[in-house]
């Protein structure tokens, strides 16, 4: 049983011609903005099921694609041609025949399903439905010809689950969401066996079945203090057990196996302060054969000795952390990826019979010609006693003292940043500004008591972490507290915003990309989909029906009189999570004080730059304003 890869978004390019230095000439060599945020050169590899070839995404006339090659061989090709805004998902077919993949139109996240036939180039969309969403629920390799999807066809707030035909396209409704299912899972058998369910405490109930005709009945449940750390990860092969990423009893999540007969629990894996990080399954018998846990830098914990003899080869094959990126099904060919800080991704395929590795490619060979800078986990206690943890990153070749910085906040917020190779430090840090990036409380990966620390305190509590944090950094010395900027995307863009209302003196300008200004109209124009993740929105943000002032009070927008530096805003128009009013309503109000800001709308962007052309634009302009701004250098 091989689970689905999903391709995140890629990431951003921008080229200009000419370059201009303006800060000092010991820093080291201007790294063109095509170059650090360009297409990659290849990227997001995937073994096929047979293990004799492997498809990635590259650029084809700029955009892009899916190609495909046989391994060992030179015989590359494309085989979608997308010339808008490129593929941000793809996956193979069971019978390695063919490859499937999703796409929306103009950023508005209404995915459809396509599937392209390798030998005839014909590509079809599957789902073909206006103002539909649709999401991969599972495939497997034993039924190539089925696809198991859900969709939000029927009711726009919910996605029912379907069953797709690949060769004849007919789809067939397989269950109905009662309205509180928010995931779904296949059993060893493809049967649709399992499923997520909010419950009327604000968490989670871990719903299951005997057989797809059988009643649904609960095995765990979760409360809203578990919500963000714990979910179930796959059945057992003898269908009589689950796997759970689980925090019950515990502050962060384990790995533990349940029995879904009896709810008798056992635990596999676990740390006393980080949540359990991926878990290494072998795909053909699910068996555990390793996990990890993602402290400063990725900690692996093997169970198979095999499997860490081997891995204790492949990790000297190059520098970085090791990441199992894919495998076949008889777990004797991997795909393993090297994740570097200050050096692009490189891929490698390993033959576990032979012992020998054969390297396919970087995902940017073009970074090797510049000295990058190395990215430094560090931590230090809020004002209320809470170990904050981040990364930094330094600009090469200059003293660390007094230097411009930008704190680059995270979005989400209940995510986390990670080690490695992050094209906007390496862009920060190569134009002479401090790289910072902080894991404020409500931020996942240290247990749920430090998630469940955010509750609540967007603008509050949140926000004094990073206002520590940049306190911290110019109390090393590090930074210069005159040259300090706020920067960052959704949740991180609220957060811009906040720096510029509720802290104006701490910053000398703000970087927002579509974050909301008002936390009201954010809440009551979440898309439809949202609303059964609604519960959970007011509890961990605020209730706009019972919480109303409280939520006036933490928005930016009402708090515009106390801005005194210059903002730069960028939107994309067609965003579904955060409505473009988000950014037009606070943009009026500053034009009408006369405040100093900028101001770049994208027609056909959702949330986040997607297509190369329009993140040339905004990355160029943000470059020019930071140059101004904090005094460091930029490309013409």
Not at 402 to 421: A, E, S, T
Request: aromatic share 12%.
């Amino acid at each position: 049983m091989k689970k689905t890869t999903i391709i995140l978004s890629v990431m951003t390019a921008i080229f200009l011609s000419a370059s201009t230095v303006t800060a000092s000439d010991s820093l080291s060599t201007l790294i063109p903005r095509e170059v650090l945020f360009g297409n990659p050169e290849r990227i997001l590899p995937e073994l096929s099921p047979d293990g004799k070839m492997l498809a990635y995404v590259a650029p084809l006339n700029g955009v892009l694609n899916v190609w495909v090659k046989t391994i060992g061989k030179e015989d590359d090709r494309p085989v979608t041609k997308d010339t808008n805004q490129g593929i941000v998902y793809f996956a193979w077919r069971g019978d390695s025949k063919s490859i499937l993949y999703i796409q929306d139109q103009e950023g508005n996240e209404n995915y459809h399903l396509y599937g392209v036939d390798l030998k005839t180039g014909k590509a079809k969309d599957y789902t073909p439905f206006e103002d539909v969403k649709v999401r991969v629920v599972a495939s497997d390799d034993k039924h190539p010809r089925k696809w198991l999807i859900s969709m939000n066809k029927r009711d726009p707030q919910i996605f029912d689950v379907y069953l797709l035909n690949l060769k004849t396209g007919k789809i067939k409704l397989v269950t109905e969401n009662p309205g509180n299912i928010v995931d779904w899972m296949t059993d060893w058998n493809f049967g649709l066996r399992g499923s997520l369910a909010l419950n009327q405490e604000g968490g989670l109930d871990l719903l299951v079945r005997d057989n797809e005709r059988a009643q649904w009945r609960s095995v765990v449940s979760w409360g809203f203090e578990d919500y963000s750390s714990s979910a179930p990860l796959r059945f057992v092969k003898d269908g009589e057990h689950i796997y759970l990423r689980d925090s019950r009893d515990a502050n962060a999540a384990r790995l533990v196996k349940v029995n879904i007969n009896n709810g008798e629990t056992e635990i596999i894996a676990e740390d006393p302060e980080y949540d359990l990080g991926p878990v290494f399954f072998h795909p053909e018998t699910g068996d555990v054969l390793g996990v990890s846990f993602m402290k400063d830098r990725r900690h692996r914990l093997f169970f198979d000795a095999e499997v860490e003899a081997d891995y204790n080869i492949v990790k000297d094959l190059d520098e970085g952390d090791v990441g199992f990126a894919d495998e076949t099904e008889d777990n004797n060919t991997w795909l393993i990826s090297f994740l570097k800080d200050d050096g692009p991704m490189s891929y490698y395929v390993f033959d576990r019979k032979t012992k020998q590795a054969e390297f396919l490619f970087n995902y940017r060979d073009d970074l090797g010609s510049y000295s990058l800078a190395k990215m430094e986990p560090f931590s230090f206690t809020s004002r209320d006693g809470l170990t904050i943890h981040g990364y930094i990153t330094f600009p090469v070749g200059v003293e660390r003292k007094n230097l411009p910085m930008v704190i680059n906040v995270h979005g989400g917020p209940w995510v986390r940043d990670n080690w490695g190779y992050n094209p906007e430090a390496q862009w920060l840090a190569n134009r002479g500004y401090i790289s910072m990036e902080v894991n404020y409380r409500g931020s996942t990966g240290y247990g749920k008591e430090f998630t469940n620390a955010g509750n609540k305190e967007w603008g509050r509590k949140m926000h004094y972490d990073l206002v520590d944090a940049v306190k911290w950094a110019i109390d090393q010395g590090y930074a210069d507290s005159e040259r300090i900027a706020i920067y960052g995307g959704s949740y991180g863009g609220y957060a811009a915003l906040v720096g510029a209302t509720f802290t104006p003196d701490l910053f000398c300008c703000a970087v927002d990309m579509f974050g909301p200004s008002n936390l009201i109209t954010f809440l009551e124009t979440a898309p439809p989909y949202w609303k059964p993740y609604l519960d959970m929105m007011y509890k961990r943000v605020g209730n706009p029906e019972t919480e109303n002032q409280m939520l006036e009070e933490r928005s930016p927008l009402f708090k515009v009189d106390e801005i005194k530096i210059p903002m730069l805003i960028a939107q994309g128009a067609n965003d579904p999570r955060i409505k473009q009013a988000e950014s037009d309503q606070i943009v009026a109000v500053m034009e009408e004080k006369g405040i100093d800001y900028e101001y770049i709308l994208f027609p056909d962007e959702g949330h986040g730059f997607q297509k190369e052309e329009n993140r040339l634009k905004f990355y160029a302009r943000c470059e020019r304003f930071l140059a101004k701004h904090l005094g460091g250098r930029y490309e013409e």
